[in-house]
């Protein structure tokens, strides 16, 4: 594909069930990246791969939250027990090289999520 | 990580230039800086990067003064297409620390 995909790109879950969220990266990128934005704000950081190591994952909010990259291609954002509070969009990109140097990112279009 | 300050929002008009100034005090030395825009919707789209001085290309220009404490992001002759929100980010290795960006309103 042309750009970096999510799906689904809406997701509605009740309070306390379990969601997964996918994203497909530009092919041949090395770098994937997870960010949450909440309304109103700017993206804040989540994760970060290189290749299918996980690298960074500082910005995960609980142990609720999992992400994995099992084959460097394909990642998956899985959050269990959802609350309100998770409801959000959740943004993934993409880079082409490794980590080090201000290599420019790829969005894909988002999943919002809403937890009711 | 640099602090980032930029205006909560701007109001232009279709065929302006528009300057969107970004003050980043404690940037480290081997921090770029990079401009992105998002509109609604959409995830951030990366629009330039530089160092210092000046960087141009076919959509903006970034002026980076020598200090390097602020940068300016300009676009000229807007549309209304170009109304969405731009964010400033002094950027070092990978992760993106994205504020709470400039929201842009063109109007006709």
């Known amino acids: 594909g042309a750009g970096v995909s999510q799906s689904p790109r809406y997701k509605v879950a009740k309070r306390g069930q379990d969601v997964a969220l996918r994203c497909d990266p530009i092919?041949?990128?090395?770098?994937l990246f997870w960010y949450q934005q909440a309304l109103g704000q700017g993206p804040e950081f989540l994760t970060y791969?290189?290749?299918?190591?996980?690298?960074?994952k500082s910005g995960l909010p609980s142990d609720r939250f999992f992400a994995e990259r099992p084959e460097g291609s394909v990642s998956t954002l899985k959050i269990q027990r959802t609350q309100q509070e998770d409801s959000a969009v959740y943004l993934c990109?993409?880079?082409?090289?490794?980590?080090?140097?201000?290599?420019?990112?790829?969005f894909g279009p988002g999943t919002r999520l809403t937890v009711l | 990580l640099a602090k980032t300050t930029q205006p909560i929002s701007m109001d232009s008009y279709e065929g302006q230039e528009v300057n969107i100034t970004c003050s980043h005090n404690?940037?480290?030395?081997?921090?770029?800086i990079t401009w992105y825009q998002q509109f609604p919707s959409q995830g951030p789209r990366f629009i330039i990067q530089?160092?210092?001085t000046k960087v141009t290309n076919e959509v903006a220009s970034l002026f980076i003064p020598a200090d390097r404490k602020s940068s300016t992001l300009s676009l000229p002759r807007v549309s209304l297409s170009d109304t969405a929100v731009y964010y400033c980010?002094?950027?070092?290795?990978?992760?993106?620390?994205f504020g709470g960006g400039t929201r842009l309103m063109v109007k006709p």
């Open positions: 404690n940037i480290a030395t081997n921090d770029y």
């Open positions: 980010l002094p950027l070092a290795g990978n992760m993106l620390t």
């Open positions: 990109a993409s880079s082409l090289r490794r980590s080090g140097g201000a290599d420019e990112q790829f």
């Open positions: 530089g160092y210092k």
């Open positions: 791969f290189q290749n299918e190591a996980q690298l960074d």
């Open positions: 092919s041949g990128h090395v770098s």
